[in-house]
């Protein structure tokens, strides 16, 4: 029986047979694109090493849930349902679209069994998938052109805007989806017009609305749309195949490698290079990433897997107030490198200094390394682990601003960012009369080491949050001492800014101190400590944030808290999470509940809340990092919490405390807001 | 160009609190901690740019004991290619024209175009670096805030008072003393110093500088510190108690008062 319609691969246009394009296009294109992946793949092997190879089973679970079930895409809703649709009809529609291509070949091509009841659910499915994918593809389209997020601006520090290629993918896709559906819908019309049994295409889609547009059609026009659709489908495919590699599409193929390899661990800092142990590490003739070929292969794979949508740099607190900082623009500043200098064609040429050529010095300090970036990432891209390593390499050339200087002196001097002598560490204990503590030197021992570090210790506003910690120790019954001039900073913040040498010293100073002092387990109230010593100290003994101890108190019935005071009573209470307590070690519901402890509080949280907190400005040395910027990040969080309708500002970490104190009185807010440490609040309440 | 840069080692006022010992004669030296003296930093860094500019070698040079070597090192991390480490018992008590004469002597043995020294110490009085030149015969600038190589020639810029700038023109060898701001100084790390840590730092006594310790020492000294103490509160300044908004209060009454406010 002579065929309804001539398939491409028995059509010929003047006597060619079509069937030699079927060929030829895949060949071509898949030569291309092996070509272009090739080169694309140089700086990815003359990268560092990075191990990302362990822990299989971790990993695979992030694929699964990262980037299979789109897990962070819903975190923005609009776009992040447009693209789950868009991603399912693309693994949908993808059988589909590698069987057109060998049916452009071999007619009757069916994968193996497609032919049975599995090919009548699949061809349904992909019907109403490419039909979702064409309305989702229009919408974004919308989105992207006519309402044009704020999120998706492009400013002075980036100019290069890459709309038209959002816009351009959006048109390849959806030219994907109408010639694929216009091939099948040709065919069914033509198999209606000659009275035969027609293929099922399911209702409603748009398959099934070209069929009916082109029922009446004369038979040549059938014919040569059911080509012309066909080979629509197969250039646009190939064409926009070799198209990913060369800008933000590239997420397309490397998101899956992405997510498997990336970072498994939060609240550690990578080493300084991989293989090369921290006794070492004076060998080493350079530290950090000073130039392209310094960063690990991972980073590279990160800077090509961004798809440059926005959601870090929205998230940024560093962006958000003006600093020169955008996560999102570290990323595709160091891809438009890779693509420049190591081009598709030509020879590859390596660059000098990245610090100065493509990322400036104070976008690279303006980091508090709050981790939200990350947090945010649909593609599991790290920015931490970078900017630490420029930071590194710039410390190692002695490029530090002036105003960091002083303090990493004292630091390596008196072991404190303050430049206070060693002895007056302990002073805060001097006020403290109703509880004794111990200082853990010549012999005394204790079961438990409170640690207080730096700010807590010599701020004049802190040491109350140190009191108060004494006293819920106390009270709580638990065997305390503290290290006294023993004790140095925890250097979470040194590590931070890239100083690993004093760090490790530091490290193994108090390591040796804690040690010695014969403890059994440690707490502290400074996420920045709890972070460092629980995520990058080896040998120590287990690690507590006072409010898991507060909670734990409370339960065990051995703290007793009074209800609301008469002041409090009318106040509505919020709490801030620290980046380092929460994004960064998951504890996010120990200090709500340990709050909500207190009989009759009232308690909101804000919007930006739990892992997506809002950084205070940073600690440690970050409070000496003079950035130019708006507004500090203190006013913002503190403007977020009167919104919020709350009253007074709990949190639970020295440094926040301060820049929220801080953002109240510049904010203007004074009298009418109030911010307290969790330890403060819950010491006040103790029914002793 | 080869540089001399002289440095010194002072306890760091912002790192200590600084206290009168009982005799009352210096202050409590215990706990303290030491480092370059901030202005020596500047005029390192300054030394170090000229030479990457124009080639040459930064020498750094103090008059200390044992203990001084560490400032040296730390001035070689940053990139001075030479200590020199001026020690002798005789040195001992040794007022500012006794520490010119112990420099001028160890410069006399080098071939330097120019010599820095910083502007002042934190616990010195901005005399050396004159004296240095006085005894050199050669020219002298102070409180020099900018350096440019010209053809055997420097051209200077020096801090007026007022925030005026002047420049001048200075025939090498010579010596100037260096002001904070010419520059910013790098930072040292830790790794810096370990770097520089066994690197051998030449030591010389009055002898290898072939000069009469009893010229130099204490006893020779005819500037001596009769005595050392914290100056009483003076009147006049009066300290605004209160909240934060009975100060702001109280001190804009003050300055209507005064006609600082109109």
Known sequence: MEPLLQSPAAFDVFG??????????????????????????????????????????????????????????????????????????????????????????SEGFVFPGLNTFLGDIYYTLKDYAATAVFFAVVIAAVRRGIFKPERYQYTEAYPHDHTWEALLVLFFIAALMVSESLFEACHVAAQIQAGIQPDFLAPATLGWFFKNLLVDESHAMLQNLHIIAYYTHDIVFFTFLCFLPLGKHFHVITSIFNVFFMRLDKGNIRPVRYGVSEDQLDDLESFGVKKYEDFTWKDVLDFYTCADCGRCADNCPANTVGRPLSPRFISLKARDYAFSHYPLMGEFVSGGALIGDIFSEDEIWSCTTCGACEEECPLGIEYINKIVDLRRGMVD????????????QSLEKRGNPYGMMEKKRADWTKELEDVEVKVLEKGETAETLYFVDSCTSYDDRMQSVAQANARILCAAGIDFGILGKAEKDSGNEIRRFGEEMLFQDIKAHNTEAIQNSGVKRIVTGDPHAYNVLKNEYTGL?????????????????????????????????????????????????????????????????????????????????????????????????????????????????????????????VAGLEGKMEAIDLGELIAKHIIK | MEILVCVKRVPDTAEN?????????????????????????????????????????????????????????????????????LTDDAFEGADGKGIASILTAAVKKGNYDLILTGAQADDGAAEVGGMMAAMLDVPYASLVNTIEVQDGKLKIGREVEGGNQDMYEVEMPCVLSIQTGINEPRYV?????????????????????????????????????????????????EMLEGSTEEIIEKLVEYLKAKGGLK
């Open chain 1, 397 to 408: 050339e002695g490029n530090v601003p002036q105003s960091l200087q002083k303090p990493l």
């Open chain 1, 541 to 665: 003994p287990p690690v507590e944030h006072i409010s898991q101890v507060i909670l734990q108190a409370v339960k065990s019935g051995k703290i007793k808290l009074s209800g609301v005071t008469e002041e409090e009573k009318d106040k509505v209470f919020v709490y801030h999470d620290p980046c380092y307590l929460g994004r960064h070690n998951k504890m996010y519901e120990e200090p709500r509940s340990s709050i909500d402890c207190i009989p009759g509080i009232r308690r909101v949280d804000m919007l930006r809340s739990r892992d997506r907190s809002f950084c205070c400005g940073g600690g440690g040395l970050m409070l000496f990092y003079e950035p130019t910027e708006d507004e500090r990040m203190g006013v913002r969080r503190v403007k977020m919490a009167q919104q919020a309708g709350a009253h007074v500002i709990v949190t639970a970490c020295p440094f926040c405390l301060t820049n929220i104190e801080d953002g109240i009185k």
């Open chain 2, 189 to 237: 790390g830790i790794r810096g110093i370990r770097k520089v840590a066994s690197v051998e730092i030449p030591e010389q006594g009055a002898s290898d500088l072939g000069i009469d310790a009893s010229n130099v020492g204490g006893d020779a000294a005819k500037v001596k510190r009769i005595d050392y103490f914290v100056p009483e509160m003076g009147e006049g300044a």
């Open chain 1, 16 to 105: 060619i047979p079509t069937v030699i394009f079927s060929v030829l296009i895949p060949v071509v294109a898949v030569a291309l694109f092996a070509y272009i992946i090739a080169k694309r793949l140089a700086p990815i092997v003359k990268a560092r090493p990075d191990y990302r190879f362990d822990r299989p089973v971790e990993r695979v679970k992030n694929i699964l849930k990262i980037w299979l079930a789109q897990w962070r895409h819903p975190r923005y809703m609009m776009a992040g349902v447009l693209h789950i649709i868009i991603f399912f009809g693309f693994l949908i529609l993808s059988v589909r679209s590698t069987e057109l291509v060998i049916k452009g070949i």
């Open chain 2, 17 to 85: 609190e600084i206290e009168i010992n009982s005799e009352g004669n210096d202050i409590e030296r215990d706990d303290l901690v030491y480092s370059v003296n901030e202005w020596d930093n500047y005029a390192v860094e300054e030394a170090i740019q000229i030479v990457d500019k124009v080639g040459g070698s930064v020498t750094v040079a103090t008059v200390g004991d044992e203990e001084s070597e560490e400032v040296l090192r730390r001035e070689m991390a940053m990139g001075a290619q030479n200590g020199l480490l």
